[in-house]
């Protein structure tokens, strides 16, 4: 039995947290290879060190003063180092970082300095063998996760350690250049960890005791869910349910490794079971979560008879591939067709977008609609029961809320709808009341 275990920044934000993961490893022999965040927050008002990191690294490079910025991200690390009676130094680091950071060794070294210190006093804590990511991790020249090299690598590497730390969100490139994921990358460095160890568990740790139903920032103390697919959770984490990132299945995907959700805080509460497929339902309700994400924008367009003017979708798509828009949604009619997209893609080019468009497919009628936020009701139980959809648009419509765009996936895993985005706390609300709630 091999466990691979992921510990998020605010698990590991201070050593009061680091005492608490010493002692989840500790508990399980079986908890052998373990991959660190960077030091997040300790408080609300708190600040990530990977954002500290950013601030410096940006400092110097508009020839600014950081050096109080470099200090406080120091302190972060000797607060941890002497709050554990290590004896451990990390001047030579910071010396070799600040090196790097005058020889502008880019935004993404900057930020993997956060993981890769974290990770040397893990290492040094727990009595376990460092390996830099960098060694083990890698993309091609144009920052593309490379899977199968990488797996290889991280294989071959680990044979012959038994216990390991290997700090996660970051790479390298065939010439030695750091490479990072996107934001919350470590998940995704767990999960390679996992396939390349083929663990029986991933662990991933975090502050909260599970995949929530919905955000609990949104909605006070949400259920838990207890079981979800590996499906259900791309849906979830794709549309801004932030507790996994949303790429971090596919390497345990590929090797059948389910993913267990825990709370550092609490590590007696069950957490959250990723798995493949699931023929048991989620939990006692029809649906199995809720998320969404504000910023959408509506491209409408209106042509008559388009339905028999052939090529038209084709067009359509071409022209914003080559303004390199990528539709999240295509809801259509007789003669309409509307393209959800994410409004940061429009920036800059919108006239440009509007006067291709306007030449090349010559809508009836053409508009661009902001302030468009989607939420997703997501359950693999909806498929068996009649009158989710319904049910959804009841709760909406009691609230008062205008439905815009709706849209049900084929599977029926899922059923995507659009609101203003001032009614997304609300909607959320009266989603989760009506199928958690009052069921
Ligand atoms: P870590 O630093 O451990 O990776 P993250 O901050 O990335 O942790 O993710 C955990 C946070 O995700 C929680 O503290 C919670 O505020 C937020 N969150 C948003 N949606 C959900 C959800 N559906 N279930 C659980 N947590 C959620
Ligand atoms: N430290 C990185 C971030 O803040 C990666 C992670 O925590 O997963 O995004
Ligand atoms: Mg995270």
Not at 25 to 42: F, M, N
Not at 106 to 112: K, L, P, Q
Not at 336 to 349: F, M
Request: hydrophobic share 40%; charged share 25%.
């Amino acid at each position: 039995m091999k466990k691979v275990v992921k510990f998020g920044g605010s698990s590991l934000a201070s050593a009061r947290q680091f005492k608490k993961v010493k002692a989840i490893i500790e508990a399980d022999k079986t908890r052998c290879y373990v991959v660190p965040s960077a030091p997040g927050k300790r408080d609300s008002k708190d600040t990530k060190v990977t954002d500290m990191l950013y601030q410096c690294y940006d400092a110097v490079c508009a020839g600014e003063s950081y050096k109080r910025i470099l200090d406080q991200i120091k302190k972060r690390y000797t607060d941890i180092i002497d709050g554990l009676d290590l004896n451990l130094n990390l001047d030579f680091e910071f010396a070799k970082i600040e090196e790097n950071f005058l020889k502008k060794a880019g935004r993404d070294y900057a930020a993997s300095r956060g993981e890769y210190l974290n990770g040397i006093i893990a290492a040094n804590y727990l009595g376990f063998t460092f390996v830099d990511a960098a060694d083990v991790i890698r993309f091609d020249a144009e920052g593309n996760f490379l899977s199968e090299e990488t797996n290889e690598e991280m294989r071959e590497h680990l044979a012959s350690l038994k216990q390991a730390v290997i700090p996660g969100f970051y790479g390298a490139k065939p010439d030695g250049t750091i490479h990072t994921f996107s934001r919350g990358g470590s998940d995704i460095t767990g999960s390679i960890v996992a396939r390349a160890v083929q663990a029986d568990l991933y662990e991933n740790w975090t502050d909260v005791s599970g995949f929530l139903v919905t955000d609990p920032h949104i909605v006070p103390n949400p259920e838990t869910i207890e079981t979800i697919t590996y499906r259900e959770l791309r849906e979830l984490s794709y549309m801004g349910a932030g507790v996994l990132h949303e790429d971090a299945i596919f390497p345990v995907r590929s090797a059948n490794i389910p993913i267990n959700i825990k709370n550092t805080n609490a590590p007696q509460d069950a957490g959250t079971l990723i798995v493949p497929t699931s023929h048991a339902p989620a939990s006692e309700h029809v649906i199995t979560g809720i998320a969404g994400k504000k910023n959408f924008s509506v491209i409408s367009i209106e042509k008559d008879r388009m339905n028999s003017n052939k090529g038209f979708l084709r067009k359509l798509l071409q022209v914003l591939e080559n303004h390199d828009i990528f539709p999240e949604h295509m809801p259509t009619g007789i003669d309409t067709v509307s393209v959800v997209v994410n409004s940061s893609e429009l920036d800059g080019q919108r006239e440009k977008l509007t006067e291709r468009l306007v030449e090349v497919v010559k809508p009836d009628h053409f508009e661009i609609i902001d302030g468009l936020a989607l939420i997703a009701v997501v359950g693999r139980g909806m498929r068996s029961v009649k009158g989710t959809a319904t049910r959804v648009f009841a709760a909406l419509s009691h609230a008062n809320i205008n439905i815009r765009m709706i849209d049900q996936g084929s599977s029926e895993l899922n059923i995507i709808i659009g609101i203003n985005a001032g009614d997304f706390d609300k909607a959320i609300k009266v989603i989760y009341d009506m199928f958690i709630l009052s069921e």
